[in-house]
């Protein structure tokens, strides 16, 4: 069968680095370019293990890659990069499959949003798609089982890796800071709130925060009620809206950031309700940099070529 050709701007970055070992071990996909300003010329090889080939980086003007023919290009990008590389595309009236791994589309309604557990059914052949954010991912799958029973604004309390502030030095990814220390940040107003709130279709509130180690999130969300329930009425719901999704796992326990590293799949335990049944507390995890991100990307590119949904992610 023929070779999907797929571009990757912005491949420097962690998320970068995930999706060419994705790529590289894909059944249909392969790369038919790589950009990077800092490693431009290098050889993707010496800078990726297991990938095979002579594809070097590149550093070329936007304006070229149209010209690329590439069947889908991935941006991997900070938020507001997205626009103008769109733009070359849509002048040069070239149409690939793009996937926006930043913020920038996500309230674009054009746009398809990609969670496929919650959104696939939404998915009409739309060539441009936008990757959900990586706390975003955490927060709706803990969420959405219980979304006609909400009462109220949910809270959210998230920690992430210092992965997830992206290779640009910071405050945020300063591992002497991060020592011994929970740095929380934009505590009102995140872009993931919004997103969240915008997708649920209910007022989320977020509260981030980073912690020493590199990879995974811990969720924790707090969702008040507007009936009582039981635990087992609880568990119920979201084994049964997950039971078919092989990148969802619920447990009984509350699950472990160190487990989840490394791991494409998330997980949603640690069910617990206040006495009159009408707070529920849920804990998700999840590798930011996979489910997160690359591999998120990967479900939205076999999804826009029709192929199967979890090809070349390992389970």
Same mark, same amino acid.
Request: with cysteine.
């Given at each position: 069968?023929? &070779?999907?050709?797929?571009? +990757?701007?912005?491949? &420097?970055?962690?998320?970068?680095?995930?999706?060419? &070992?994705?790529?590289?071990?894909?059944?249909?996909?392969?790369? /038919?370019?790589?950009?990077?300003?800092?490693?431009?010329?290098?050889?993707?090889?010496? =800078?990726?293990? %297991?990938?095979?080939?002579?594809?070097?980086? @590149?550093?070329?003007?936007?304006?070229?890659?149209?010209?690329?023919?590439?069947?889908?290009?991935?941006?991997?990008?900070?938020?507001?990069? $997205?626009? =103008?590389?769109?733009?070359?595309?849509?002048?040069?009236?070239?149409?690939?499959?793009?996937?926006?791994?930043?913020?920038?589309?996500?309230?674009?309604?054009?746009?398809?949003? %990609?969670?496929?557990?919650?959104?696939?059914?939404?998915? /009409?052949?739309?060539? &441009?798609? @936008? *990757?959900?954010?990586?706390? $975003?991912?955490?927060?709706?799958? !803990?969420?959405?089982?219980?979304?006609?029973?909400?009462?109220?604004?949910?809270?959210?309390?998230?920690?992430?890796?210092?992965?997830?502030?992206?290779?640009?030095?910071?405050?945020?990814?300063?591992?002497?800071?991060?020592?011994?220390?929970?740095?929380?940040? !934009?505590?009102?107003?995140?872009?993931?709130?919004?997103?969240? @709130?915008?997708?649920?279709?209910?007022?989320?509130?977020?509260?981030?925060?980073?912690?020493?180690?590199?990879?995974?999130?811990?969720?924790?969300?707090?969702?008040?009620?507007?009936?009582?329930?039981?635990?087992?009425?609880?568990?119920?719901?979201?084994?049964?809206?997950? $039971?078919?999704?092989?990148?969802?796992?619920?447990?009984?326990?509350?699950?472990?950031?160190?487990?989840?590293?490394?791991?494409?799949?998330?997980?949603?335990?640690?069910?617990? +309700?206040?006495?009159?049944?009408?707070?529920?507390?849920?804990?998700?995890?999840?590798?930011?940099?996979?489910?997160?991100? /690359?591999?998120?990307?990967?479900? *939205?590119?076999?999804?826009?070529? %029709?192929?199967?949904?979890?090809?070349?992610?390992?389970?």
């Amino acid at each position: 069968m023929s &070779r999907i050709r797929v571009g +990757l701007v912005g491949a &420097r970055g962690y998320t970068g680095a995930e999706l060419i &070992r994705l790529f590289a071990a894909h059944p249909r996909f392969e790369l /038919a370019f790589v950009t990077s300003r800092e490693l431009d010329g290098q050889r993707v090889a010496d =800078h990726n293990p %297991g990938f095979a080939g002579a594809l070097r980086y @590149s550093s070329p003007d936007y304006r070229d890659l149209p010209g690329f023919g590439a069947d889908a290009v991935v941006l991997a990008l900070p938020n507001g990069k $997205a626009a =103008h590389i769109v733009q070359q595309f849509d002048e040069a009236g070239a149409d690939p499959v793009i996937v926006d791994l930043s913020a920038d589309y996500r309230f674009d309604p054009s746009w398809y949003y %990609g969670l496929p557990e919650l959104t696939r059914t939404r998915y /009409a052949g739309q060539r &441009r798609i @936008s *990757n959900p954010g990586c706390y $975003a991912t955490a927060m709706q799958l !803990a969420i959405a089982p219980m979304a006609n029973v909400l009462d109220g604004p949910v809270q959210c309390f998230g920690v992430s890796g210092y992965s997830g502030a992206g290779t640009t030095p910071s405050d945020k990814n300063n591992v002497e800071l991060l020592r011994d220390n929970l740095m929380p940040y !934009a505590l009102t107003g995140h872009v993931h709130e919004r997103e969240v @709130s915008k997708q649920l279709g209910h007022p989320v509130e977020f509260m981030p925060h980073v912690a020493p180690h590199f990879r995974g999130i811990t969720m924790t969300a707090n969702l008040h009620l507007s009936i009582a329930f039981e635990r087992e009425e609880v568990l119920a719901r979201y084994r049964g809206r997950y $039971a078919d999704e092989p990148l969802v796992r619920v447990q009984d326990d509350a699950p472990w950031v160190s487990n989840i590293a490394g791991r494409h799949h998330v997980e949603i335990g640690g069910f617990t +309700l206040s006495g009159d049944g009408r707070r529920l507390v849920v804990v998700a995890t999840e590798d930011n940099l996979l489910k997160g991100a /690359a591999t998120q990307a990967l479900q *939205n590119l076999n999804l826009a070529f %029709g192929l199967e949904e979890l090809g070349g992610i390992p389970l």
